[in-house]
């Protein structure tokens, strides 16, 4: 797959992870963050994710990273790719940005994955050059060892661009699930409500996080439980989407509930901090 590109945007915790992904399976990356500290840690991170995933198989060795793997600062690097997928913050504004300007540098009928986690796709698509070049690409963290994605076909969504980023995603190993547009789509419509539910009950103090999450192991067949997962997503990410999900539907269910916004307000984000609603061994105590 080496001749083909994928440009990711934003070499966070998702952006480095799709790196990871892509290259494992030989596929040509261009990483762009207009952060240096970013782009300088990226490299790094990619080669450690790629160490764990191909020891828990999960991707094939041997791939070249120093040869498939780009760093830049700006978009117009995304030029030539085959696909684009965009994974900057959970914020309207920014993403809309750099939708636009990454389309404009691309050609018409390139693929624009946007990895919101719950803002409507079509919404974002007003701000890209050929709105019907963008669909929903809902990544799971981390995307290198999680195969499924939710893919949001919005209501403008070209349907040959659609068939080219699920041939994309086959390609990568995944099992990508289509649905339609909609704050949220499916799994964070549901999922943030539950998170928020759990962080609730342990607010009130009916039970401790250990024992919400133990609850959803044991008797419901979850593989961490909804507060442990909240820790996984990272909290910042959880509050930022019950926010969009909360101004687009006026549902109170997604309104943050106030031990969010603590553990947020103090650096407590999760497994990337050492600490959310577990402890993780680093970062804040």
């Given at each position: ?12 915790t998702?952006?480095?992870?799709l ?5 494992g ?20 991170v ?5 160490r ?9 060795g041997g791939?070249?990273l120093?040869?498939?793997?780009a ?19 959970e ?18 009928g ?14 974002l698509?007003?701000a890209?050059?050929?709105?019907a ?15 499924g ?35 949220g ?7 943030q ?10 607010q ?39 926010h ?9 269910g997604?309104?943050?509930?106030r ?14 901090t050492?600490?959310g ?9």
């Amino acid at each position: 797959m080496s001749e083909r590109k994928l440009a990711v945007i934003g070499a966070g915790t998702m952006g480095t992870g799709l790196a990871t992904l892509a290259v494992g399976h030989g596929l040509g990356v261009v990483l762009v963050d207009d952060s240096a500290e970013a782009r300088d840690r990226a490299a790094g991170v990619v080669r450690q994710n790629l160490r764990m995933a191909q020891m828990l198989g999960k991707l094939p060795g041997g791939a070249p990273l120093d040869e498939l793997l780009a760093l830049e600062a700006d978009p117009k690097a995304a030029a030539g790719a085959d696909a684009v997928v965009e994974c900057v913050v959970e914020r309207p504004g920014t993403k809309a940005e750099v939708l636009a300007a990454v389309s404009a540098a691309v050609g018409p009928g390139t693929p624009l994955l946007t990895n919101t986690s719950a803002i409507p796709v079509d919404e974002l698509a007003t701000a890209a050059v050929r709105p019907a070049d963008v669909l929903g690409a809902h990544f799971m963290n981390p995307p290198y060892l999680i195969e499924g994605v939710e893919v949001v076909r919005g209501p403008r969504t070209a349907p040959g661009v659609l068939e080219r980023a699920l041939d994309l995603l086959t390609a990568l190993g995944r099992k990508p699930v289509v649905v339609g547009d909609g704050p949220g789509f499916v799994v964070n419509r549901v999922l943030q409500r539950m998170i928020n539910e759990a962080a609730a009950i342990v607010q009130e103090g009916l039970a401790t996080p250990e024992e919400v999450d133990a609850l959803f192991t044991s008797c419901l067949g979850h593989r961490t439980g909804p507060l442990a997962t909240g820790d996984l997503i990272g909290l910042d990410n959880v509050v930022d989407t019950l926010h969009v999900l909360h101004e687009r539907t006026g549902d109170d269910g997604y309104r943050p509930c106030r031990l969010l916004l603590e553990k947020v307000e103090q650096g407590r984000f999760g497994r990337k901090t050492g600490s959310g609603f577990h402890a993780y061994g680093t970062g804040i105590a």
